[in-house]
Nanobody
């Protein structure tokens, strides 16, 4: 079965950086777009960013554009989220997700576009 395991969350001061990783297994990783989402207490899960299956194309939510970067290593079946200039409002549980379909031809930004999800990793930004 497909498994996605996130790591790298933690407590960081505002303005700091953090790198999240997601290791995938059970499916041909290179065939599917990957996404990162986050969910803060009392809020809905929201899109953070996505990377196309080849790794060359990415798209980000406006709230993180210019601060967060997604990369993937298809040889290692991993996807990473590099977070810089962290703000208090970035505090949330972060989830990686694998697309439901392969080769959709467009950026996947909805939760319904993704079939498999990791367990989440907590990121807390303090002042």
């Amino acid at each position: 079965q497909v498994q996605l395991v996130e790591s790298g969350g933690g407590l960081v001061q505002a303005g700091g950086s953090l790198r999240l990783s997601c290791a995938a297994s059970g499916r041909t990783f290179s065939a599917y777009d990957m996404g990162w989402f986050r969910q803060a207490p009392g809020k809905e899960r929201e899109f953070v960013g996505t990377v196309r299956r080849s790794g060359g194309l990415t798209r980000y939510a406006d709230s993180v554009k210019g601060r967060f970067t997604i990369s993937r290593d298809n040889a290692k079946n991993t996807v990473s989220l590099h977070m810089n200039s962290l703000k208090l409002e970035d505090t949330a549980i972060y989830y990686c997700a694998m697309a439901r379909k392969s080769n959709t031809g467009y950026y996947l930004i909805r939760t319904d576009d993704y079939e498999y999800w990791g367990q989440g990793t907590q990121v807390t930004v303090s002042s």
